[in-house]
Protein backbone atom coordinates (compact mmCIF):
# COMPACT_ATOMS: atom_id res chain seq x y z
CA UNK A 1 0.00 0.00 0.00
CA UNK A 2 3.05 2.42 0.52
CA UNK A 3 4.33 1.33 -2.62
CA UNK A 4 1.17 2.62 -4.33
CA UNK A 5 0.87 5.74 -2.21
CA UNK A 6 4.53 6.60 -3.08
CA UNK A 7 3.59 7.03 -6.72
CA UNK A 8 0.43 8.34 -6.63
CA UNK A 9 -0.09 12.27 -7.24
CA UNK A 10 -0.57 14.07 -4.05
CA UNK A 11 -4.22 15.24 -5.39
CA UNK A 12 -5.10 11.26 -5.04
CA UNK A 13 -3.52 10.67 -1.88
CA UNK A 14 -5.22 13.27 -0.12
CA UNK A 15 -8.89 12.81 -2.05
CA UNK A 16 -11.04 12.74 0.89
CA UNK A 17 -13.22 10.05 2.61
CA UNK A 18 -16.21 11.50 4.53
CA UNK A 19 -18.42 14.66 4.36
CA UNK A 20 -16.33 16.10 7.28
CA UNK A 21 -12.63 16.31 5.66
CA UNK A 22 -14.12 17.40 1.91
CA UNK A 23 -13.92 21.80 1.63
CA UNK A 24 -16.02 23.53 -0.58
CA UNK A 25 -19.69 23.27 -2.20
CA UNK A 26 -21.80 24.04 1.34
CA UNK A 27 -24.83 24.98 -1.01
CA UNK A 28 -24.61 21.55 -1.61
CA UNK A 29 -23.66 19.52 1.18
CA UNK A 30 -24.32 21.64 4.38
CA UNK A 31 -26.94 19.71 6.68
CA UNK A 32 -30.29 18.89 5.58
CA UNK A 33 -29.05 19.94 1.62
CA UNK A 34 -30.59 16.87 -0.76
CA UNK A 35 -26.95 15.84 -1.42
CA UNK A 36 -25.51 15.82 1.75
CA UNK A 37 -28.95 13.45 2.67
CA UNK A 38 -28.19 11.29 0.14
CA UNK A 39 -24.12 11.04 1.50
CA UNK A 40 -25.43 11.15 4.91
CA UNK A 41 -28.61 8.35 4.36
CA UNK A 42 -27.17 6.01 1.69
CA UNK A 43 -29.69 6.73 -0.58
CA UNK A 44 -28.69 6.87 -4.17
CA UNK A 45 -30.28 8.82 -7.57
CA UNK A 46 -29.25 9.19 -10.58
CA UNK A 47 -27.24 12.36 -11.00
CA UNK A 48 -25.23 14.73 -13.32
CA UNK A 49 -22.29 16.96 -11.34
CA UNK A 50 -21.83 19.96 -13.23
CA UNK A 51 -18.70 22.06 -12.41
CA UNK A 52 -15.32 23.19 -13.35
CA UNK A 53 -12.37 21.21 -12.86
CA UNK A 54 -11.01 20.17 -9.17
CA UNK A 55 -14.09 21.06 -7.38
CA UNK A 56 -14.63 17.39 -5.88
CA UNK A 57 -17.16 16.00 -8.55
CA UNK A 58 -14.97 12.14 -8.47
CA UNK A 59 -14.54 12.80 -4.51
CA UNK A 60 -18.28 12.86 -4.33
CA UNK A 61 -19.57 10.01 -6.56
CA UNK A 62 -17.18 7.81 -4.23
CA UNK A 63 -18.31 8.89 -1.13
CA UNK A 64 -22.06 8.10 -2.28
CA UNK A 65 -20.64 4.74 -3.51
CA UNK A 66 -19.72 4.43 0.05
CA UNK A 67 -22.15 5.21 1.72
CA UNK A 68 -24.39 3.16 -0.21
CA UNK A 69 -22.56 0.27 0.13
CA UNK A 70 -22.83 0.45 -3.73
CA UNK A 71 -20.23 -0.72 -6.02
CA UNK A 72 -18.69 1.57 -8.44
CA UNK A 73 -18.17 1.31 -12.23
CA UNK A 74 -15.97 3.92 -13.34
CA UNK A 75 -15.82 5.20 -16.92
CA UNK A 76 -14.39 8.11 -19.12
CA UNK A 77 -15.88 9.17 -22.02
CA UNK A 78 -13.19 9.85 -23.86
CA UNK A 79 -11.94 6.69 -24.25
CA UNK A 80 -15.06 4.48 -23.62
CA UNK A 81 -17.40 3.45 -25.77
CA UNK A 82 -21.28 1.26 -26.61
CA UNK A 83 -18.90 -2.02 -25.82
CA UNK A 84 -17.97 -0.45 -22.48
CA UNK A 85 -21.11 0.40 -21.12
CA UNK A 86 -22.42 -2.96 -22.41
CA UNK A 87 -20.00 -4.71 -20.22
CA UNK A 88 -20.69 -2.42 -17.57
CA UNK A 89 -24.34 -3.43 -17.69
CA UNK A 90 -23.69 -7.14 -17.31
CA UNK A 91 -21.37 -6.93 -14.33
CA UNK A 92 -24.41 -4.86 -12.73
CA UNK A 93 -26.91 -7.43 -13.61
CA UNK A 94 -24.18 -10.18 -12.20
CA UNK A 95 -23.61 -8.29 -9.05
CA UNK A 96 -27.34 -7.32 -8.07
CA UNK A 97 -28.14 -11.18 -8.61
CA UNK A 98 -25.31 -12.85 -7.01
CA UNK A 99 -24.21 -10.21 -4.01
CA UNK A 100 -27.42 -8.43 -4.28
CA UNK A 101 -25.72 -5.17 -4.74
CA UNK A 102 -26.59 -1.91 -6.50
CA UNK A 103 -23.93 -0.55 -9.18
CA UNK A 104 -23.14 3.39 -9.83
CA UNK A 105 -21.93 4.37 -12.76
CA UNK A 106 -19.65 6.99 -12.31
CA UNK A 107 -18.98 8.87 -16.50
CA UNK A 108 -16.12 11.35 -16.40
CA UNK A 109 -16.73 13.41 -18.70
CA UNK A 110 -20.15 12.62 -19.81
CA UNK A 111 -21.07 15.50 -22.41
CA UNK A 112 -18.22 13.72 -24.56
CA UNK A 113 -20.79 10.77 -25.20
CA UNK A 114 -22.34 10.86 -28.19
CA UNK A 115 -26.52 10.23 -28.37
CA UNK A 116 -25.92 6.55 -29.38
CA UNK A 117 -23.79 5.90 -26.13
CA UNK A 118 -25.97 7.93 -23.86
CA UNK A 119 -29.38 5.87 -25.36
CA UNK A 120 -27.34 2.63 -24.58
CA UNK A 121 -27.29 3.21 -20.88
CA UNK A 122 -30.38 4.88 -20.44
CA UNK A 123 -32.71 2.10 -20.20
CA UNK A 124 -30.68 0.85 -17.59
CA UNK A 125 -30.65 4.23 -15.62
CA UNK A 126 -34.60 3.64 -16.31
CA UNK A 127 -35.06 0.11 -14.90
CA UNK A 128 -32.58 1.26 -11.62
CA UNK A 129 -30.13 -1.42 -12.80
CA UNK A 130 -27.63 1.40 -12.75
CA UNK A 131 -27.60 4.79 -10.97
CA UNK A 132 -25.73 7.18 -13.04
CA UNK A 133 -23.45 9.67 -11.63
CA UNK A 134 -22.29 11.54 -14.96
CA UNK A 135 -19.42 14.82 -14.17
CA UNK A 136 -19.02 17.00 -16.57
CA UNK A 137 -17.39 20.40 -16.92
CA UNK A 138 -19.96 21.39 -19.97
CA UNK A 139 -23.86 22.77 -19.67
CA UNK A 140 -25.67 19.34 -19.47
CA UNK A 141 -28.76 21.60 -21.10
CA UNK A 142 -26.48 21.75 -24.27
CA UNK A 143 -24.41 18.34 -24.23
CA UNK A 144 -27.23 15.82 -22.62
CA UNK A 145 -29.98 13.96 -24.00
CA UNK A 146 -33.18 15.18 -22.43
CA UNK A 147 -34.58 11.46 -21.49
CA UNK A 148 -31.17 11.50 -19.44
CA UNK A 149 -31.11 14.57 -18.10
CA UNK A 150 -34.84 14.18 -17.48
CA UNK A 151 -34.06 10.79 -14.90
CA UNK A 152 -31.45 12.52 -13.48
CA UNK A 153 -30.58 15.32 -10.84
CA UNK A 154 -28.33 18.50 -11.72
CA UNK A 155 -26.28 19.41 -8.88
CA UNK A 156 -23.97 22.55 -10.52
CA UNK A 157 -20.49 22.89 -8.25
CA UNK A 158 -18.59 25.70 -7.80
CA UNK A 159 -14.99 26.85 -7.69
CA UNK A 160 -13.41 26.41 -4.57
CA UNK A 161 -12.46 30.30 -2.78
CA UNK A 162 -9.68 30.88 -1.35
CA UNK A 163 -10.51 30.22 2.35
CA UNK A 164 -11.81 26.58 0.86
CA UNK A 165 -8.18 26.56 -1.07
CA UNK A 166 -5.94 27.40 2.33
CA UNK A 167 -7.74 25.29 3.99
CA UNK A 168 -7.13 22.40 1.37
CA UNK A 169 -3.51 23.39 0.78
CA UNK A 170 -3.04 23.57 5.25
CA UNK A 171 -4.14 20.01 5.20
CA UNK A 172 -1.48 18.70 2.36
CA UNK A 173 1.45 20.75 4.36
CA UNK A 174 0.23 18.47 7.53
CA UNK A 175 -0.36 15.69 6.14
CA UNK A 176 0.26 14.08 2.24
CA UNK A 177 3.81 16.23 2.94
CA UNK A 178 4.22 15.93 6.39
CA UNK A 179 7.20 13.96 6.18
CA UNK A 180 9.20 16.54 3.74
CA UNK A 181 8.72 18.79 6.69
CA UNK A 182 7.38 21.74 4.35
CA UNK A 183 7.31 25.46 5.04
CA UNK A 184 5.97 28.47 2.97
CA UNK A 185 5.80 32.18 3.23
CA UNK A 186 2.55 33.85 3.18
CA UNK A 187 2.63 35.23 0.10
CA UNK A 188 3.91 31.92 -1.30
CA UNK A 189 0.83 30.54 -0.32
CA UNK A 190 -0.98 33.15 -1.46
CA UNK A 191 0.43 32.50 -5.27
CA UNK A 192 -0.20 29.05 -5.16
CA UNK A 193 -3.97 29.75 -4.52
CA UNK A 194 -3.81 32.62 -7.52
CA UNK A 195 -2.76 29.80 -9.67
CA UNK A 196 -4.93 27.19 -8.77
CA UNK A 197 -7.61 29.57 -10.19
CA UNK A 198 -10.62 27.68 -7.88
CA UNK A 199 -9.42 24.33 -9.03
CA UNK A 200 -8.09 21.95 -5.56
CA UNK A 201 -6.29 19.33 -8.39
CA UNK A 202 -4.09 21.87 -9.53
CA UNK A 203 -3.75 23.58 -6.35
CA UNK A 204 -1.89 20.42 -4.84
CA UNK A 205 0.04 19.45 -7.89
CA UNK A 206 1.75 23.02 -8.43
CA UNK A 207 2.26 22.24 -4.40
CA UNK A 208 3.89 19.21 -5.03
CA UNK A 209 5.87 20.39 -8.22
CA UNK A 210 7.27 23.07 -5.58
CA UNK A 211 8.07 20.71 -3.07
CA UNK A 212 9.95 18.51 -5.00
CA UNK A 213 12.10 21.87 -5.76
CA UNK A 214 12.19 23.41 -2.14
CA UNK A 215 15.47 24.42 -0.83
CA UNK A 216 17.11 22.74 2.03
CA UNK A 217 17.40 24.38 5.66
CA UNK A 218 18.79 22.02 7.88
CA UNK A 219 15.97 19.69 8.13
CA UNK A 220 13.21 21.58 6.63
CA UNK A 221 12.55 22.13 2.88
CA UNK A 222 11.09 25.77 2.20
CA UNK A 223 8.87 26.54 -0.79
CA UNK A 224 10.34 30.02 -1.63
CA UNK A 225 8.48 32.85 -3.59
CA UNK A 226 10.75 32.27 -6.96
CA UNK A 227 10.56 28.73 -7.21
CA UNK A 228 6.50 28.86 -7.24
CA UNK A 229 6.95 31.91 -9.82
CA UNK A 230 8.87 29.80 -12.35
CA UNK A 231 7.47 27.16 -11.62
CA UNK A 232 3.84 28.97 -12.51
CA UNK A 233 5.10 30.03 -15.90
CA UNK A 234 1.73 29.24 -17.70
CA UNK A 235 -1.19 30.95 -17.48
CA UNK A 236 -3.57 30.81 -15.04
CA UNK A 237 -6.88 31.41 -16.15
CA UNK A 238 -9.62 28.43 -17.09
CA UNK A 239 -10.34 28.93 -20.82
CA UNK A 240 -11.40 26.78 -23.08
CA UNK A 241 -12.25 27.61 -26.91
CA UNK A 242 -15.43 25.13 -27.09
CA UNK A 243 -16.50 24.76 -23.60
CA UNK A 244 -19.12 27.14 -21.96
CA UNK A 245 -16.64 29.39 -20.51
CA UNK A 246 -15.79 30.80 -23.91
CA UNK A 247 -19.07 31.97 -24.30
CA UNK A 248 -19.64 33.29 -21.19
CA UNK A 249 -16.60 35.63 -21.86
CA UNK A 250 -17.60 36.69 -25.22
CA UNK A 251 -20.63 37.12 -23.58
CA UNK A 252 -19.47 39.10 -21.06
CA UNK A 253 -16.94 41.45 -23.06
CA UNK A 254 -20.37 41.86 -25.61
CA UNK A 255 -22.35 43.01 -23.00
CA UNK A 256 -19.61 45.26 -21.49
CA UNK A 257 -19.16 47.16 -24.26
CA UNK A 258 -23.48 47.66 -24.95
CA UNK A 259 -23.33 48.78 -21.26
CA UNK A 260 -20.85 51.75 -22.16
CA UNK A 261 -18.45 50.08 -19.71
CA UNK A 262 -14.55 50.49 -20.88
CA UNK A 263 -12.91 49.32 -17.55
CA UNK A 264 -15.01 46.02 -17.68
CA UNK A 265 -14.95 45.78 -21.13
CA UNK A 266 -10.69 45.91 -21.19
CA UNK A 267 -10.35 43.01 -18.32
CA UNK A 268 -12.47 40.66 -20.30
CA UNK A 269 -10.64 41.42 -23.67
CA UNK A 270 -7.33 40.93 -21.53
CA UNK A 271 -9.17 37.75 -19.98
CA UNK A 272 -9.60 36.10 -22.95
CA UNK A 273 -6.35 36.79 -24.55
CA UNK A 274 -4.44 36.13 -21.50
CA UNK A 275 -6.44 32.45 -21.64
CA UNK A 276 -5.23 31.79 -24.90
CA UNK A 277 -8.52 32.84 -27.48
CA UNK A 278 -7.35 34.03 -30.56
CA UNK A 279 -7.22 37.60 -31.54
CA UNK A 280 -8.68 37.15 -35.09
CA UNK A 281 -11.95 35.61 -33.44
CA UNK A 282 -12.21 39.00 -30.97
CA UNK A 283 -11.60 41.13 -33.88
CA UNK A 284 -14.45 39.28 -36.04
CA UNK A 285 -17.10 39.46 -33.08
CA UNK A 286 -15.93 43.52 -32.20
CA UNK A 287 -16.81 43.96 -35.85
CA UNK A 288 -19.94 42.38 -35.27
CA UNK A 289 -20.48 44.46 -31.99
CA UNK A 290 -19.72 47.94 -33.91
CA UNK A 291 -22.83 47.09 -36.29
CA UNK A 292 -25.51 45.80 -33.69
CA UNK A 293 -24.97 47.92 -30.89
CA UNK A 294 -23.71 51.27 -32.32
CA UNK A 295 -25.13 51.27 -35.66
CA UNK A 296 -25.28 55.30 -37.45
CA UNK A 297 -25.12 56.70 -33.88
CA UNK A 298 -21.01 56.51 -34.82
CA UNK A 299 -20.21 55.09 -38.01
CA UNK A 300 -16.36 55.38 -37.27
CA UNK A 301 -17.57 52.33 -34.99
CA UNK A 302 -17.16 49.59 -37.82
CA UNK A 303 -14.31 51.64 -39.70
CA UNK A 304 -11.88 51.58 -36.10
CA UNK A 305 -13.04 47.91 -35.81
CA UNK A 306 -11.77 47.25 -39.16
CA UNK A 307 -8.94 49.01 -39.06
CA UNK A 308 -7.94 47.00 -35.42
CA UNK A 309 -8.55 44.09 -37.15
CA UNK A 310 -6.21 44.72 -40.21
CA UNK A 311 -3.57 46.11 -37.66
CA UNK A 312 -3.43 42.84 -35.55
CA UNK A 313 -2.86 40.74 -39.29
CA UNK A 314 -0.14 43.20 -40.17
CA UNK A 315 1.30 43.42 -36.44
CA UNK A 316 0.00 39.54 -35.19
CA UNK A 317 0.38 39.24 -31.43
CA UNK A 318 1.44 40.72 -28.93
CA UNK A 319 1.53 44.18 -30.95
CA UNK A 320 -1.38 44.51 -32.98
CA UNK A 321 -3.30 43.17 -29.71
CA UNK A 322 -3.23 46.98 -28.63
CA UNK A 323 -5.27 47.55 -31.78
CA UNK A 324 -8.34 45.51 -30.78
CA UNK A 325 -7.90 47.45 -26.99
CA UNK A 326 -8.17 50.84 -28.74
CA UNK A 327 -11.56 49.43 -30.84
CA UNK A 328 -12.74 47.89 -27.71
CA UNK A 329 -12.40 51.22 -25.27
CA UNK A 330 -14.11 52.93 -28.93
CA UNK A 331 -16.72 51.04 -28.97
CA UNK A 332 -17.59 50.91 -25.05
CA UNK A 333 -17.88 54.95 -24.84
CA UNK A 334 -19.39 55.44 -28.37
CA UNK A 335 -23.08 56.39 -28.71
CA UNK A 336 -25.20 53.18 -28.53
CA UNK A 337 -27.57 52.40 -31.26
CA UNK A 338 -29.48 48.62 -31.89
CA UNK A 339 -31.75 50.50 -34.52
CA UNK A 340 -29.75 49.08 -37.87
CA UNK A 341 -29.71 45.56 -36.15
CA UNK A 342 -33.22 45.73 -35.43
CA UNK A 343 -34.90 47.18 -38.67
CA UNK A 344 -32.42 44.26 -40.51
CA UNK A 345 -34.04 41.64 -38.56
CA UNK A 346 -37.62 42.79 -39.15
CA UNK A 347 -36.86 42.93 -42.72
CA UNK A 348 -34.90 39.59 -43.25
CA UNK A 349 -38.57 38.38 -41.35
CA UNK A 350 -40.68 39.83 -44.10
CA UNK A 351 -38.31 38.98 -46.41
CA UNK A 352 -39.18 35.60 -45.71
CA UNK A 353 -42.39 35.51 -44.77
CA UNK A 354 -43.79 37.20 -48.41
CA UNK A 355 -42.09 34.55 -50.65
CA UNK A 356 -41.50 36.22 -54.39
CA UNK A 357 -42.61 39.15 -54.60
CA UNK A 358 -42.25 40.72 -57.94
CA UNK A 359 -40.34 43.96 -58.29
CA UNK A 360 -42.72 47.05 -59.32
CA UNK A 361 -42.33 47.89 -62.78
CA UNK A 362 -41.35 51.06 -62.48
CA UNK A 363 -38.55 50.52 -60.44
CA UNK A 364 -37.58 47.75 -63.06
CA UNK A 365 -34.28 48.08 -64.98
CA UNK A 366 -34.89 48.18 -68.85
CA UNK A 367 -31.92 47.78 -70.98
CA UNK A 368 -33.55 46.37 -73.43
CA UNK A 369 -36.33 47.71 -76.07
CA UNK A 370 -38.60 44.73 -75.45
CA UNK A 371 -38.76 45.55 -71.52
CA UNK A 372 -39.63 49.29 -72.42
CA UNK A 373 -42.50 48.37 -74.64
CA UNK A 374 -43.60 45.81 -71.48
CA UNK A 375 -43.34 48.87 -69.08
CA UNK A 376 -40.41 47.79 -67.45
CA UNK A 377 -38.95 51.38 -66.05
CA UNK A 378 -42.42 53.52 -67.01
CA UNK A 379 -42.63 56.73 -65.05
CA UNK A 380 -39.84 56.43 -62.46
CA UNK A 381 -38.83 59.20 -61.17
CA UNK A 382 -35.35 60.24 -61.25
CA UNK A 383 -34.90 61.18 -57.35
CA UNK A 384 -31.75 64.05 -58.34
CA UNK A 385 -34.50 65.28 -60.53
CA UNK A 386 -36.98 66.08 -57.94
CA UNK A 387 -36.65 68.85 -55.29
CA UNK A 388 -33.97 68.58 -52.79
CA UNK A 389 -33.05 65.20 -54.71
CA UNK A 390 -36.69 63.27 -52.57
CA UNK A 391 -39.01 61.64 -54.84
CA UNK A 392 -41.80 62.62 -52.41
CA UNK A 393 -44.57 59.59 -52.09
CA UNK A 394 -42.75 57.54 -54.26
CA UNK A 395 -42.99 53.32 -53.31
CA UNK A 396 -40.41 50.92 -53.48
CA UNK A 397 -42.16 48.21 -51.70
CA UNK A 398 -43.36 45.53 -54.08
CA UNK A 399 -47.20 45.88 -54.33
CA UNK A 400 -48.51 43.34 -52.19
CA UNK A 401 -46.52 44.31 -49.71
CA UNK A 402 -47.88 47.93 -47.90
CA UNK A 403 -45.52 50.10 -47.33
CA UNK A 404 -43.30 49.84 -43.76
CA UNK A 405 -40.80 51.35 -41.55
CA UNK A 406 -38.18 49.15 -40.37
CA UNK A 407 -35.54 51.45 -39.28
CA UNK A 408 -36.38 53.76 -36.64
CA UNK A 409 -33.29 56.20 -35.73
CA UNK A 410 -32.91 56.55 -31.42
CA UNK A 411 -32.01 60.04 -30.57
CA UNK A 412 -27.94 59.09 -29.53
CA UNK A 413 -25.28 60.47 -31.66
CA UNK A 414 -25.19 60.50 -35.54
CA UNK A 415 -29.19 59.10 -35.84
CA UNK A 416 -30.26 62.51 -34.22
CA UNK A 417 -29.70 64.26 -37.32
CA UNK A 418 -30.92 60.79 -39.39
CA UNK A 419 -33.74 61.41 -37.40
CA UNK A 420 -34.61 64.74 -38.53
CA UNK A 421 -33.44 64.28 -41.87
CA UNK A 422 -36.37 61.01 -42.26
CA UNK A 423 -38.77 62.68 -39.89
CA UNK A 424 -38.67 65.90 -43.27
CA UNK A 425 -39.14 63.92 -45.81
CA UNK A 426 -42.02 62.21 -44.41
Not at 193 to 211: T, V
Not at 269 to 281: A, I, Q, T, V
Amino acid sequence: MNTINKFQPLADRLRPQNLEKFFGQSHLLAPGKPLYQAIKSGLLHSMILWGPPGTGKTTLANMLAQAANARIEKLSAVLAGVKDIRSCVERAEEALEVNHQRTILFVDEVHRFNKSQQDAFLPHVESGLLTLIGATTENPSFELNNALLSRCRTYVLKDLDGNELAKILDNALKTGLNEKNIEISLEGIKLLIASADGDARRLLNHLEICADFAEKNGTKKIITENIIKEILTHSLRRFDKNGEDFYNQISALHKAVRGSDPDAALYWLCRMLDGGCDPKYIARRIIRIASEDIGNADPRALEITLNAALVYDRLGSPEGELALAQAVIYLSVAAKSNAAYMAFNEAMNDAKKSGSLEVPLHIRNAPTKLMKELGYGKNYRYAHDEVDAYAAGENYFPEKLSKRQYYHPTDRGLEIKIKEKLESLS
